[in-house]
């Protein structure tokens, strides 16, 4: 079975732009979070999407939202970026129905912000 | 909110010997599960091991164990026979039972395994 896939792995905007991340869960999977990873900081969770929904969401300001459509694949979007948005991005995708949720990673995408 | 704290940054451990990383974390729930995961230099994370709140016995994995301490809500992973493969950055995690998947994750304490 195919793992959490994410693209791009790297990219880098300049201040004020807008990104667009992606995320293919495994095969099966309805549940995708997306977190961001800073040295320091460990990882802080976003949000969480279940059958298109959002679900949970994280204490991160507005310019950061996301979607998932109907294949379980989510996006996730940045708008007018801070440098302070560089970070590895993380994704990870779980059956989501029940208690037993193991969460499987993506690889990231490194967003570097100049 | 939940936290979870990983008061060590950095350990470092010979081969073949064992070595514990703590973390701790706070919560006003009963039910909830804990989580370690690695992250080696390649990025991906992966699970290491669970342990579900409800249930008294510690989770071991092979060479992986945790102590887990409800009361005083500790939750240590123990690597034993140490491998140059355990060499990574470990991030302790929790989740709550309820609906929703939101989990809070330590701020990690990188492993260095030394030959």
């Known amino acids: 079975k195919a793992g959490v896939t994410q693209t791009p792995r790297y990219l880098i905007k300049t201040r004020g732009q807008q990104v667009t991340l992606s995320c293919s869960p495994i095969s099966g999977h309805r549940s995708v979070s997306w977190y961001q990873q800073t040295p320091g900081q460990g990882l802080q969770f976003l949000f969480e999407?279940?059958?298109?929904?959002?679900?949970n969401k994280g204490n991160f300001p507005g310019r950061f939202s996301g979607r998932q459509f109907s294949n379980s694949r989510s996006e996730m979007n940045v708008s007018t970026l801070e440098l302070g948005d560089s970070a590895l991005y993380l994704c990870?995708?779980?059956?989501?129905?029940?208690?037993?949720?193991?969460?499987?990673f993506g690889p990231g995408t490194r967003l570097t912000v100049l | 909110a939940q936290t979870v704290t990983q008061s060590q940054p950095e350990m470092s451990v010979q081969e073949a010997e064992t070595v514990t990383l703590s973390c701790t974390y706070d919560t006003s729930e009963s039910d909830y599960y804990l989580f370690w995961y690695k992250q080696p230099p390649s990025r991906q994370m992966i699970l290491v091991i669970r342990q579900e709140a409800y249930k008294q016995q510690n989770a071991t994995e092979n060479r992986f164990s945790v102590n887990f301490q409800k009361a005083a809500k500790s939750f240590s992973l123990k690597i034993s026979d140490s491998q140059l493969g355990d060499a990574a950055m470990y991030f302790c995690a929790y989740r709550s039972a309820g609906i929703g998947n939101q989990f809070y994750f330590g701020t990690g304490t990188s492993l260095t395994v030394i030959p």
């Open positions: 999407y279940f059958s298109e929904t959002q679900r």
């Open positions: 990870a995708s779980s059956l989501g129905g029940g208690l037993n949720n193991e969460q499987f």
